[in-house]
C-alpha cells in the first residue's frame, strides 16, 4: 500500500514538474535556436530579413508576422506583461518608441554596438534609442527626414516661365510663399494640365482640366508632421500633458504657423481634397490617396524620406496596371526642401527580455544596425535614408547604376544627360541631396510615451475644427476642439495628468 502511495506520489511530482518546466519555457528561456520570430508594423523590416539578412545567414528561419501598428502596440504590451508569446524582435516606430525604451521589458543593447560602430550613425537617431537611464533599447537603420514631394508637369503647367530650380526655391522660401502658391494652384482651374510626354497610357487624352482647381495637398493633416516634428516640448513633461504653441497656437491662440489654424486655412480656402481624410495616416495604400494621384488635381505630398516608395511609387504602378483611364506619373514627381524642416518615423528595433532566442535576436539587430553593404543596396531599393551619414553623403554625391556585384543594373536609378544619376521616379533628380542637409541639421524628434494618443487625438480634433464640427464651429470653436482634445487624449492615458 506504501509503495503504491509513493508510486503514486512520485507520479504526481514528475507530472507537476512537467507542468512547470512547460510553464517555465513559455516565460523565455529557449526557443529553436534557429528560428527568428519579428513582429513589425510594415512589411518594410519583413523585406529586410528575408531579401537581406537570410542571404547572409541562410541556415536561420525566419517568422516574421506584419500588423498594423495599433496592433503591434497591443500585442506587444500583452506579451511583455504576461511574460508569454513573446517575439524576439520587434519594430519601435518613432510614436511608441519612448514607451518602450523605458518599460523595463526589453534588453539594454548599450554594449552590442562599439562606439566605433556608434560614431558611424547620426547622433539624433541614436539618442532617440535611449531610455530616461542613458542606455540604449533599440539602434535604428534607418533616419527619415522629410521633404515636398511635387508634380513637375502640374508646376510647369501653373508656373510656365519658371524653372524647376526656381519653383524649388519659391516651395522651400518660406511658409507664406507656399500658401501663395496654394492660392494659384486653386486659381488654376481653367488650366489645361499637359501630361507628361509619352507616358499617357494608351488611349488616354494627354490633357486634362481640374474642375475645381489644383489642390495643394491631399488632406488638411497632410502637414500634421511639419509640427509634430517641430514641437519645442515632448507632449508629456514630468507625467503632465504639454499643449505646444506650434500645436495650438499659444494660450492667447496667436502663434502661427500651428497645426489646428492650417488645418482650418487649407480646408476654408479649398487647398486641400476635403474629402480626403487622412486620419492617422496617409502615407499607405487608401482610396483616398489614389484619387489624388488619378485624378490629376493635387500638387505634392509633404513626405518622410521612406514615403516616396511606399507611397508614390506603389500607387503610379497600381494605377496604371491595366487602366486606360490613368496616366503615368513616373518621371513627373521631384523633391523639395520644406519650408519648415522635418522629419517623421524610423524603425528602431526592440528585443524583450525574456524572448527565448536573445542571441539570434542580437544577431539580427546588430546586422541591420551595422551592415554597410546592406544599408547601400537598401537605400537604392527604396530610395529611402539610411541611418549612416558617410553611406547618405556617398549616395548623394552619385547613385550607382549597378548593384554592388558590377554587373546587375538598379532599374530604380537613371543616367542624365549631363552624366549625373538620378532615380527614375523622380525624373532623374537625386534627392538625397536635398535630403542630406535636412538631416545634417536635424537634432532628433522630441518624444514621450503617449505620442502615437496625443498626436492622433491632435489630427483628429484639428480636422473636426477644420470642417467645424461636433461643436467646433463659431468664435470658440478653437478651445472647444482643444478641450476635447485634451480629454481624450487624458481618457486613454491612465496616470497622465492634464
Known amino acids: 500500500m506504501k ?10 511530482i ?15 528561456g529557449k526557443g529553436d535556436p534557429n528560428t527568428l520570430t519579428i513582429w513589425c508594423q510594415s512589411s518594410d523590416l519583413e523585406n529586410i530579413a528575408k531579401q537581406y539578412f537570410a542571404k547572409e545567414y541562410p541556415q536561420y528561419k525566419l517568422n516574421v508576422t506584419v500588423m498594423p501598428t495599433q496592433d503591434l502596440q497591443k500585442n506587444i504590451d500583452l506579451a511583455l506583461s504576461n511574460g508569454t508569446n513573446l517575439p524576439d524582435v520587434f519594430a519601435m516606430e518613432e510614436a511608441i518608441l519612448n514607451k518602450y525604451v523605458n518599460s523595463g521589458g526589453i534588453i539594454d543593447q548599450t554594449d552590442l554596438l562599439t562606439q566605433a560602430e556608434k560614431n558611424k550613425m547620426y547622433t539624433s537617431v541614436l539618442n532617440q534609442g535611449k531610455g530616461d537611464d542613458g542606455k540604449i533599447y533599440g539602434y535604428a537603420y534607418q533616419i527619415s527626414p522629410g521633404a515636398f514631394y511635387y508634380r513637375t508637369d502640374i508646376a510647369q503647367a501653373v508656373w510656365p516661365s519658371y524653372t524647376l530650380e526656381e519653383i524649388d526655391e519659391m516651395i522651400g522660401e518660406s511658409w507664406d510663399s507656399l500658401l501663395d502658391m496654394a492660392a494659384q494652384l486653386k486659381a488654376a482651374s481653367n488650366k489645361t494640365i499637359p501630361l507628361y510626354p509619352g507616358t499617357a497610357a494608351s488611349g488616354v487624352n494627354s ?12 488632406g488638411y493633416d497632410s502637414m500634421s508632421r511639419i509640427f509634430f516634428s517641430q514641437i519645442q516640448s515632448p507632449w508629456v513633461v514630468n507625467n503632465k500633458l504639454v499643449i505646444n504653441d ?18 482650418k486655412y487649407l480646408v476654408d480656402n479649398g487647398y486641400c481634397n476635403n474629402n480626403i481624410s487622412t486620419a492617422e495616416n496617409y502615407l499607405y495604400d487608401t482610396p483616398g490617396f489614389a484619387n489624388s494621384v488619378s485624378v490629376n488635381n493635387n500638387f505634392g505630398f509633404f513626405l518622410p524620406s521612406w514615403g516616396i516608395m511606399t507611397t508614390i511609387q506603389p500607387q503610379v504602378v497600381i494605377n496604371n496596371k491595366g487602366n486606360t483611364q490613368v496616366p503615368n506619373t513616373v518621371g513627373v514627381w521631384r523633391c523639395a526642401r520644406s519650408p519648415i524642416d522635418f522629419a517623421y518615423g524610423g524603425t528602431w528595433l526592440g528585443i524583450p527580455k525574456k524572448a527565448k532566442n536573445i542571441e539570434l535576436a542580437k544577431k539580427f539587430a546588430y546586422y541591420v544596425a551595422t551592415n554597410d553593404a546592406f544599408k547601400r543596396d537598401y537605400a537604392l531599393n527604396t530610395m529611402n535614408f539610411v541611418n549612416s551619414p558617410s553611406i547618405m553623403q556617398e549616395l548623394a554625391n552619385e547613385l550607382p547604376l549597378y ?27 537625386n534627392h538625397y541631396k536635398v535630403l542630406l542637409d535636412v538631416a545634417q541639421t536635424f537634432q532628433g524628434n522630441k518624444l514621450s510615451r503617449f505620442d502615437a494618443v496625443c498626436n492622433n487625438e491632435a489630427i483628429v480634433w484639428s480636422g473636426k475644427y477644420a470642417f467645424g464640427a461636433d461643436g467646433t464651429s463659431g468664435t470658440n470653436g478653437l478651445n472647444v476642439a482643444i478641450a476635447n482634445m485634451k480629454a481624450k487624449i487624458l481618457s486613454q492615458s491612465p496616470g497622465l495628468q492634464s
Do not use: M, W
Open 3 to 12: 509503495k503504491k502511495v509513493i508510486s503514486t506520489l512520485i507520479g504526481c
Open 403 to 429: 548593384y554592388a556585384d558590377g554587373v546587375t543594373p538598379n532599374p530604380y536609378v537613371q543616367k542624365n544627360e549631363d552624366n549625373s544619376t538620378g532615380f527614375v521616379l523622380l525624373g532623374g533628380q
Open 246 to 263: 506650434n500645436i495650438a497656437g499659444g494660450p492667447d491662440r496667436t502663434v502661427t504657423p500651428n497645426l489646428f489654424e492650417t488645418a
Open 207 to 218: 490633357k486634362v482640366t481640374p474642375q475645381s482647381g489644383i489642390t495643394l495637398v491631399p
Open 14 to 28: 514528475v507530472l507537476l514538474t512537467l507542468v512547470l518546466t512547460s510553464f517555465i519555457g513559455c516565460l523565455g
